[in-house]
């Protein structure tokens, strides 16, 4: 027969087995003492983070609630701010609108001015003077030019200054709204529990937000939106109380300069009222002093006329008397006197023609005063008559009226949402 193959593989021996045995016992009793070791550590754990769990819930709670607090405290802060700015922006447009108002008034004044500057203009000869009239009428539209210069850079400060405000109060606006955005989440935030159905995990919720800010420029943002609203109310109440200021000063320089230059009207035309009537006094007289010239010159040339005709005579005697024949051609008593009436006749011919000549010539002259005197009272009619239409072109002037109570159409300036009176507010 032939010899079994022999089995490969160790073979160990009773001690090993029991060793084995016993080091399974003894193993297993020790993971038993590890596992209630760990049982009872996990027990504890799990009470303890139960603890901080709900503490830390609580605590964030109530730090929401305090950071709502603020947050709304803030927009309240934000809201009554973007109120007050919203009615000096108001305000501002007013005064503005008023100032326009002033403004456009002065172009009538100024249309006025320039007009009785032309029409005096047009006047002749020694009447186209540079009176007081010209010259408080120069000062007026002088004084209307600046006044419309200043007004108009009044306005122009002003519309800048309400861009400034506008800005300010989109900066409000705009922070009011993450405000109530940022309130509208810490609030859902506060609301959520375990039980929401809305939880989720997120993808690395704990990083930091770009653009995140610290809680101390949180507050200076908000300081500094506000602190630049106020101070741009501060600036624009003096920019109204100085409108307001300037449209009275104007007003009153304007008025006192009408005054001045009605009243140097009305002066001046009293004046050339007194020459016109004067003047006429004289022509009238003259008219009397050239009739009268004119009846003793006719006066003179007939007495001359009739001087001639006794020079002839004489003339003719004594050339008669020449013919006496032989002694009779005597120089008698006749003779002397003819001789003595002819020199007598020449000598008041020569005397009248003289005064004739000087009549005439006195007449010449005062036809030619009294043609001049009527040419300048032409000029005086006319100089008058342009103060009268002048006069009446300043009737077109009304009454100074208070701009501070003529009703204003408002224009409603709106944020970038393009709502007015921060109707998102009330949203």
Request: proline fraction near 3%; glycine fraction near 4%.
């Amino acid at each position: 027969m032939s010899a079994l193959p022999a089995k490969p593989g160790l073979r160990h021996s009773v001690s090993e087995s029991n060793g084995n045995n016993h080091q399974l016992s003894a193993t297993a009793q020790r993971e038993r003492l590890v596992s209630n070791v760990i049982r009872q550590e996990g027990r504890s754990l799990r009470s303890e983070t139960d603890c901080k769990t709900t503490w830390d819930e609580s605590d964030t709670c109530r730090r929401l609630r305090d950071r709502a607090w603020d947050v709304a405290r803030w927009k309240e802060e934000l809201e009554t701010c973007a109120q007050k700015v919203d009615e000096e922006m108001e305000a501002l447009t007013l005064s503005k609108e008023q100032t326009e108002h002033a403004l456009a008034a002065t172009a009538v004044p100024l249309e006025v001015g320039s007009e009785c500057l032309t029409l005096r203009d047009g006047r002749r000869g020694y009447e186209l003077a540079a009176d007081p009239v010209d010259e408080e009428l120069k000062r007026e539209v002088e004084l209307i030019e600046r006044m419309q210069q200043v007004l108009q850079q009044h306005v122009d400060k002003a519309f800048e200054h309400l861009c400034v405000l506008q800005e300010a109060r989109h900066q409000l606006t705009a922070d009011l709204q993450n405000k109530m955005d940022a309130l509208d989440i810490d609030m859902s935030c506060l609301s959520l529990t375990i039980k929401s159905p809305q939880i989720s995990l997120k993808t690395n919720p704990t990083r930091v937000p770009l653009g995140s800010s610290t809680p101390q420029e949180w507050v200076q943002f908000s300081q500094y939106n506000v602190a630049r609203a106020q101070e741009a109310m501060q600036v624009s109440q003096l920019m109204r109380e100085d409108l307001s200021l300037t449209r009275t000063q104007l007003q009153n320089e304007l008025n006192a300069q009408r005054r001045a230059t009605e009243f140097a009207l009305r002066k001046r035309t009293h004046h050339e009222e007194q020459a016109r009537d004067e003047l006429e006094w004289q022509i009238g007289n003259t008219e009397d002093e050239m009739a009268e010239m004119e009846r003793d010159i006719h006066g003179l040339d007939a007495d001359l006329q009739g001087k001639m005709a006794s020079l002839k005579l004489a003339h003719t005697r004594l050339e008669n008397r020449t013919n006496r024949p032989g002694m009779d051609l005597c120089r008698d008593e006749v003779q002397h006197g003819l001789v003595n009436e002819v020199h007598q006749l020449e000598a008041t011919i020569v005397a009248l023609k003289q005064k004739l000549s000087e009549a005439q010539h006195s007449m010449q002259k005062m036809k030619r005063h009294h043609s001049h005197m009527l040419q300048d009272l032409s000029g005086k009619q006319e100089a008058l008559s342009l103060e009268q239409r002048s006069m009446n072109t300043r009737s077109r002037l009304a009454p100074p009226t208070c701009s501070e109570k003529a009703p204003v159409l408002l224009v409603p300036l709106t944020n970038s949402s393009g709502r007015s009176n921060l109707q998102l507010l009330a949203q």
